[in-house]
């Protein structure tokens, strides 16, 4: 962990006057196999390719504003390992700032992935080695705020990917690692911030994260004021008091069907009522394009970007979020940065990973 200590007291320097894009949430590592035809269940079958990705929803965000363009940070939960120093190297790639992350050596990142069918007692084992803060460095994201646990492991997902139809299969090791908290939030110079989005996790933590950026907010005029956003993407009871928070809400399909919605305008018009006045919802759906309600309750909608040949759709979500925020944190207007998240979102399902969605 030697070279990774050193990296995150020695950031690399970037323009001292461009505020930054926060994003809070999850970092783990993906093991992508690349199939034909998705396996049957304990058979031996031949991946046409394999890949490690730095991966989690805040993560995969940072990747694109970083390949965006737009100078960006990430804050969450590392354990340290070789893992870890996966991570950091590519973090580092990306001239991610890392001086301020908290080093805990006396934990591990896990090596390897099982996966255990429970009914039938098959098992798949996946072997890792570290790299998740290196591939963020790689791609320039700022992991200032990145805070290393002393217990629990990294978590990890199982990612298998269609080479027929482009559907993603993901089987997630969500490890004991804790979250962040609104205690190591202090810790973050807001004035170096022009926009922080959470992806919704330990939402009583995190609402105390958002109060926080609303009481230095509020001494601010409205010019200087830091924009924040949230994403809601799992149907869990104790993430939705966050849907009133944030100028910019994302709310996923899977929670718009989850409370009954058969469409992205008929959900973002039932749960309109529960964002705070003057904050913008969105929801994309799919194939469907996206759609956002307004501060003036103006529906506006735009249509998916779909590539000639469907490849890869994970993370396309988390792009898509990316690219809206981008394009809002840049003056766009509403529609602008619907029509720019679709189109990113688009260039994304057409590759493997994230080089080359611009």
């Given at each position: 962990?030697?070279?990774?200590?050193?990296?995150?007291?020695?950031?690399?320097?970037?323009?001292?006057?461009?505020?930054?894009?926060?994003?809070?949430?999850?970092?783990?590592?993906?093991?992508?196999?690349?199939?034909?035809?998705?396996?049957?269940?304990?058979?031996?079958?031949?991946?046409?390719?394999?890949?490690?990705?730095?991966?989690?929803?805040?993560?995969?965000?940072?990747?694109?504003?970083a390949?965006?363009?737009?100078?960006?940070?990430?804050?969450g939960?590392?354990?340290?390992?070789?893992?870890?120093?996966?991570?950091?190297?590519?973090?580092q790639?990306?001239?991610?700032?890392v001086?301020?992350?908290?080093?805990?050596?006396?934990?591990?990142?896990?090596?390897?992935?099982?996966?255990?069918?429970?009914?039938?007692?098959?098992?798949?084992?996946?072997?890792?080695?570290?790299?998740?803060?290196?591939?963020?460095?790689?791609?320039?994201?700022?992991?200032?705020?990145?805070?290393?646990?002393?217990?629990?492991?990294?978590p990890?997902?199982?990612?298998?990917?269609n080479?027929?139809?482009g559907?993603?299969?993901?089987?997630l090791?969500?490890t004991?690692?804790?979250?962040?908290?609104?205690?190591?939030?202090?810790?973050?110079?807001?004035?170096?911030?022009?926009?922080?989005?959470?992806?919704?996790?330990?939402?009583?933590?995190?609402?105390?994260?958002?109060?926080?950026?609303?009481?230095?907010?509020?001494?601010?005029?409205?010019?200087?004021?830091?924009?924040?956003s949230v994403?809601?993407?799992?149907?869990r009871?104790?993430?939705?008091?966050?849907?009133?928070?944030?100028?910019?809400?994302?709310?996923?399909?899977?929670?718009?069907?989850?409370?009954?919605y058969?469409?992205?305008?008929?959900?973002?018009?039932?749960?309109?009522g529960?964002?705070?006045?003057?904050?913008?919802?969105?929801?994309?759906?799919?194939?469907?394009?996206a759609?956002?309600?307004?501060?003036?309750?103006?529906?506006?909608?735009?249509?998916?970007?779909?590539?000639?040949?469907?490849?890869?759709t994970?993370?396309?979500?988390?792009?898509?979020?990316?690219?809206?925020?981008?394009?809002?944190?840049g003056?766009?207007?509403?529609?602008?940065?619907?029509?720019?998240?679709?189109?990113?979102?688009?260039?994304?399902?057409?590759?493997?990973?994230?080089?080359?969605?611009?």
């Amino acid at each position: 962990m030697a070279a990774g200590a050193a990296a995150l007291r020695d950031p690399a320097p970037g323009p001292a006057a461009e505020k930054r894009i926060l994003c809070v949430g999850l970092v783990c590592l993906d093991i992508i196999s690349v199939v034909e035809a998705y396996p049957a269940e304990d058979t031996d079958t031949r991946c046409l390719s394999q890949r490690w990705q730095r991966g989690g929803n805040a993560s995969n965000s940072c990747t694109v504003l970083a390949l965006l363009g737009a100078p960006c940070a990430f804050m969450g939960s590392l354990a340290p390992g070789h893992a870890a120093d996966f991570v950091l190297a590519d973090l580092q790639h990306r001239g991610v700032d890392v001086r301020h992350a908290v080093l805990q050596p006396g934990s591990r990142m896990p090596t390897s992935v099982v996966i255990a069918s429970a009914s039938r007692g098959t098992r798949t084992i996946l072997h890792a080695s570290g790299f998740i803060v290196a591939d963020f460095q790689r791609r320039g994201v700022d992991v200032t705020h990145v805070a290393w646990q002393p217990r629990g492991d990294v978590p990890c997902a199982c990612c298998v990917v269609n080479a027929a139809s482009g559907s993603r299969t993901i089987v997630l090791y969500d490890t004991n690692l804790p979250d962040v908290t609104a205690r190591d939030f202090e810790r973050v110079d807001l004035d170096r911030y022009r926009w922080i989005h959470w992806e919704a996790r330990n939402a009583a933590e995190q609402l105390r994260m958002i109060q926080r950026v609303e009481e230095h907010n509020r001494a601010l005029p409205p010019a200087r004021r830091i924009r924040t956003s949230v994403e809601v993407e799992k149907p869990r009871e104790e993430l939705l008091p966050l849907l009133a928070h944030g100028d910019v809400v994302f709310i996923s399909k899977d929670l718009a069907k989850h409370f009954g919605y058969r469409s992205a305008p008929e959900a973002l018009r039932g749960l309109h009522g529960r964002v705070q006045a003057g904050a913008t919802l969105i929801c994309a759906w799919a194939e469907e394009g996206a759609d956002a309600l307004g501060p003036g309750g103006e529906l506006v909608h735009a249509d998916a970007c779909p590539p000639e040949t469907l490849v890869d759709t994970l993370g396309a979500g988390d792009t898509f979020n990316a690219a809206v925020i981008f394009a809002l944190s840049g003056g766009q207007s509403l529609q602008d940065a619907l029509n720019f998240g679709c189109r990113i979102a688009g260039k994304k399902c057409g590759i493997q990973g994230y080089d080359g969605i611009v």
